[in-house]
T-cell receptor
């Protein structure tokens, strides 16, 4: 079955540590996205990538970093510079966005990060 | 910029009641509109979408019509079930440029009681 996997489901981190969240998709999608979800605030875009070896900052990129070395993978690193990292993190993917066209984003099951 | 406003919850209904969750948007150009559903502890699932004015998206008994004149995309279901209990997100995509981003509302928690 095609889909998006995120691991781990739950992650605990001590203050001052970097942590990397995994996102893998086998949908053959070109574009991938990372969102952060906080209670009562909906989803906010952290980073997105439209093609391998290229990515752009979203609305709340500070304290995060990403890489896109393979089409299937888009890991997110939460660095110690992120002041309030406790949240639910969602990865998504879609077909290549074309100018003037839109397409649906498909989401993974999420990773809940807690800073101790 | 783009924005989505949806009715604040929580919404609590009895089984078989009629559901409406209001959603209005602000965007330039001609956005696509989406409703996503999130069950407890899970990611988001696409519920329905509409890509142009007057389109009606529908799925699993849910419907929403893209109204450009009122900039709205209200979600409706004629008879809710306990299994519909979840958080519902309205979202828009405006790909007038070279990128593609979703702008989400804050979500509406729906609880359906037997």
């Amino acid at each position: 079955d095609g889909g998006i996997t995120q691991s781990p489901k739950y992650l605990f981190r001590k203050e001052g540590q970097n942590v990397t969240l995994s996102c893998e998709q086998n949908l053959n999608h070109d574009a991938m996205y990372w969102y952060r979800q906080d209670p009562g605030q909906g989803l906010r875009l952290i980073y997105y990538s439209q093609i391998v070896n290229d990515f752009q900052k979203g609305d709340i990129a500070e304290g995060y970093s990403v890489s896109r070395e393979k089409k299937e993978s888009f890991p997110l690193t939460v660095t110690s510079a992120q002041k309030n990292p406790t949240a639910f993190y969602l990865c998504a993917s879609s077909k290549a966005p074309l100018r003037g066209a839109t397409d649906t984003q498909y989401f993974g099951p999420g990773t809940r990060l807690t800073v101790l | 910029g783009n924005s989505v406003t949806q009715m604040e919850g929580p919404v609590t209904l009895s089984e078989e009641a009629f559901l409406t969750i209001n959603c209005t948007y602000t965007a330039t150009g001609y956005p696509s509109l989406f409703w996503y559903v999130q069950y407890p502890g899970e990611g988001l699932q696409l519920l329905l979408k509409a890509t142009k004015a007057d389109d009606k998206g529908s799925n699993k008994g849910f419907e929403a019509t893209y109204r450009k004149e009122t900039t709205s995309f209200h979600l409706e279901k004629g008879s809710v079930q306990v299994s519909d209990s979840a958080v519902y997100f309205c979202a828009l995509s405006n790909s007038g440029g070279s990128n593609y981003k979703l702008t989400f509302g804050k979500g509406t928690l729906l609880t359906v009681n037997p």
